[in-house]
T-cell receptor
């Protein structure tokens, strides 16, 4: 049983560029949440997708957008990258929208130069 | 809003017992979760307390007291591989997100 997978594992971009990160949830899971984790800090909630719709959103600007596909996989897009967007981006999946037990993927480490 | 505070770092030796505390200020939540994260890795779910009291899972136990706004993770028979960061987290009512604590870095020495 494959767990949560994310791609790519590492990414280097320059300021102003755009990036797309991808996530495939654990088998049987239909809800995908995205988190940003800066070095030495806890993960911060970006948004959650369920039934192909953004259900809830954290305190992140509109430069952060996403999508969920019919197979429950998801993408996170970040436009007009800033140096401060450098972080580990984590995808978490869960079986329902309750979210108590979320299973995290290995993350994508984004470096913005 | 929600605020969860943890000690920044805890050190212990192999075979010992260590307790990682989590104190919080929140208007309400659906239980307290604990996650382990090794350097460069993903957070891994360890334990969940929906109700007050102690939950035991192997070498790990977790405790919650809503009246004291306090919880802890207890790690017994420490092993070198337990060196990692540990986060407490809650899900606020009417929200589907997890709010994570500040994190505790556990260093286990021989």
């Amino acid at each position: 049983d494959a767990g949560v997978t994310q791609s790519p594992t590492h990414l280097i971009k320059t300021r102003g560029q755009q990036v797309t990160l991808r996530c495939s949830p654990k088998s049987g899971h239909d809800t995908v949440s995205w988190y940003q984790q800066a070095l030495g800090q806890g993960p911060q909630f970006i948004f959650q997708y369920y039934e192909e719709e953004e259900r809830q959103r954290g305190n992140f600007p509109d430069r952060f957008s996403g999508h969920q596909f019919p197979n429950y996989s998801s993408e996170l897009n970040v436009n007009a990258l800033l140096l401060g967007d450098s972080a580990l981006y984590l995808c978490a999946s869960s079986a329902t929208a309750r979210g108590e037990t979320q299973y995290f993927g290995p993350g994508t480490r984004l470096l913005v130069l | 809003g929600q605020s969860l505070e943890q000690p920044s770092e805890v050190t212990a030796v192999e075979g010992a017992i260590v307790q990682i505390n989590c104190t919080y200020q929140t208007s309400g939540f659906y239980g307290l979760s604990w996650y382990q994260q090794h350097d460069g890795g993903a957070p891994t779910f360890l334990s969940y307390n929906a109700l007050d009291g102690l939950e035991e899972t192997g070498r790990f136990s977790s405790f919650l007291s809503r009246s004291d706004s306090y919880g802890y993770l207890l790690l017994q028979e420490l092993q070198m591989k337990d060196s990692a960061s540990y986060f407490c987290a809650v899900r606020p009512p009417s929200f589907q997100k997890l709010v994570f604590g500040t994190g505790t870095r556990l260093l286990v020495s021989p």
